[in-house]
């Protein structure tokens, strides 16, 4: 039941059989396999879910029950601050929706939880979790997990449902890439309950197939290219050495910095500056912050491929709010898997400036306030996401400066 098996399934999921609905158990610590792509259609952007009422009871929590849908909302958040992809708690519960709820899974004493999806063609449609209230699991709401001496598991109900969120979004039960040492994702279940929040692996995975929603984490900066290989925010990024020093990428919440709040609601921004040669293809700042290039093949096994990856449709838009400190020429990029980009092509923000960096001057822009950017992308429908990056440039050839540019906004992505 413990062992882990030699081949782990790509960090997106895939599936054998295509059948109207399709049952994904979550193994205690391993992986299982499928062959065909899975995920929520290209034009999904909320999951509406319930939870079970009487969930708390079959659990063997009663009185519980508030806090259990407290457990799930919050697990549900971790994926919500990683995709464009919403899931919400805000539907009456029933049995024709996806939903939250328990069952006992008779002699499967493997599993804490399983999940359900109903497929449409090939696009999933609906999602449901399933607790095991099997006697071999106990469960609770304070962070418990392992396996007693009695033989029992004690079961957290919001690591559980973390893990579980993940197959909803179609994500397999282990990473193909682990870049910031041992198995470092939530879907890399962990049945002793080390791990609470997500991992780079679990976001890259959502982010790339739904769209890129972030609430500015630092960890979510991945390197620079044109050295695009995965690096862990704690052992730096190798210096991006056209003037000196290293590139600066962190995360501030409104009002620190020296930068007022972007608007009402709004939560952190990201700061990204460095220094770098203008206008120059191999030293302009490319800065990832999401790649599929982390969902390569391992263990034998392909990546999900590129009909899971965001796929752009006519009538998106993206957006987000920028706040220049030092130079004006930076925008959020995107990098499609045909090899082209967002801003070295033709399109213009709905001010009707072009979308190229080195076009945005400080006379159309200027320095120390927020301004909102709008980019209509139906000219590029059709084209699927290979990266998401933010990108520096200057119409000055060859000059050496330095730079430093905030994004904010909740809203960034489409």
Known sequence: MLDQKSSMR???????????????????????AYSTALRWSQSTTQISYA?????????????????????????????NIASRLKMNNNI????????????????DDTVFANVTWQLSGSSVVRAWTRFNTNSKFDWNTNGTMGLRGDGVWDADVFKVAVHEFGHWLALGDAPDEVWEGGFNAMMWFDPQGSKSSLFMDDKEGATMMYGLQTGFEVAQFLGLLPNPAPVSPSVGVGAYNTCSGNPDYWTFNPGTDGVPQAGPGKNRFKRMRGCAIANAPTSKAYMVIGDIAHDGPRGGEGACGSSCYQ???????LRWLQYNGVQCTAIVDIEFTDGTRLSSSSATDTAGVSINPKNRTCNTYGTGFWFYVEVNLSQFAGKRIKRWLFTYDNSVSNIKGNWRIYFDDPNLGF
């Not at 796929?311 to 838009?317: N, P």
């Open 51 to 79: 939870i079970n009422g009487s969930l708390s009871t079959a659990l063997g929590l009663p009185g519980q029950q508030a806090t259990i849908a407290t457990r799930i909302r919050d697990a549900a958040f971790q994926w």
């Open 311 to 317: 796929q752009i449709q006519s009538g998106m838009k």
């Open 92 to 107: 009456p519960y029933s049995e024709s929706v996806s939903r939250v709820t328990s069952a006992d899974l008779g002699s």
């Open 10 to 32: 790509s960090s997106l999921a895939k599936i054998a059989l295509a059948l109207a609905v399709l049952v994904a158990s979550t193994p205690v610590q391993s992986a299982t």
